[in-house]
């Protein structure tokens, strides 16, 4: 089954296009690198696979139903089943919160019940391997243990969709190892389909089934990883 089908997207920023026109299915439970030259297109995509900007032209179908036609946005992003991780070392966090009231504000605004949530958000400590660590804010974390926070945070919603954009990026070269071992876990563990932006194939190239290259917001490449 195709989990992501974009059909003659185009996104366009200031009047230019900056993405497409592309064609691209991703099949669910795959996990499909996304790599290529700055300015490329790639976080783009994800972007517009989250909903987050709305295409000029074409259209995004998660699991065969229609997310975004043109610049109508017929699902919105909350409402996808799609799972972010922005790029940085824990990017996006609410610097305020500790990492426990993290992830029950999200469970909280999926309407989650009180008496499961912290069941739920323990369960999303273990799986990320940050037992013990719930009382810190992202300031109080290290590069690692706050990416890993970020990817429990996208997990939160139950996704079908996993979008990760050069989450391994800011961390040395164990750590890499280390997150793209975990993150390898999770997708494989929950049945998701996974999109990972990069711009080092060869950090993920072990987990990956796909490898699509975007050049001037266009595939210029596409084969197994």
Do not use: C, Y
Not at 157 to 172: I, K, Q, S, T, Y
Not at 191 to 212: C, M, Q, S
Request: hydrophobic share 45%.
């Amino acid at each position: 089954m195709i989990a992501v089908a974009l059909e003659g997207l185009v996104v366009e920023l200031g009047g230019r296009a900056v993405l497409g026109p592309l064609d691209l299915s991703i099949e669910e439970r795959t996990w499909t690198l996304l790599v290529g030259p700055s300015g490329a297109g790639k976080t783009t995509l994800l972007r517009a696979v989250a909903g987050l900007v709305a295409p000029a032209r074409g259209r995004v179908l998660l699991a065969g139903v229609v997310a975004s036609s043109g610049r109508q946005l017929s699902i919105r992003p909350e409402e996808r089943g799609v799972g972010f991780v922005f790029q940085g070392g824990g990017a996006g966090l609410w610097p305020h919160m500790n990492a426990r009231r993290t992830l029950e504000f999200v469970l909280a605004a999926r309407k989650v019940p009180r008496a499961a949530r912290a069941r739920r958000v323990t369960e999303l400590l273990e799986l990320v391997e940050l037992t013990g660590l719930d009382a810190r804010r992202p300031g109080e974390l290290s590069g690692g243990e706050a990416q890993r926070l970020a990817l429990a945070r996208a997990l939160a919603h139950d996704p079908r969709v996993l979008l990760l954009d050069e989450p391994l990026g800011p961390l040395d070269a164990r750590l890499r190892q280390d997150l793209a071992r975990r993150i390898h876990e999770v997708h494989a563990r929950r049945g998701l389909t996974t999109l990972h932006v990069t711009h080092d194939p060869d950090e993920a190239r072990g987990h990956a089934d796909r490898i699509v290259r975007l050049e001037a917001g266009r595939v210029a490449a596409d084969g197994a990883a």
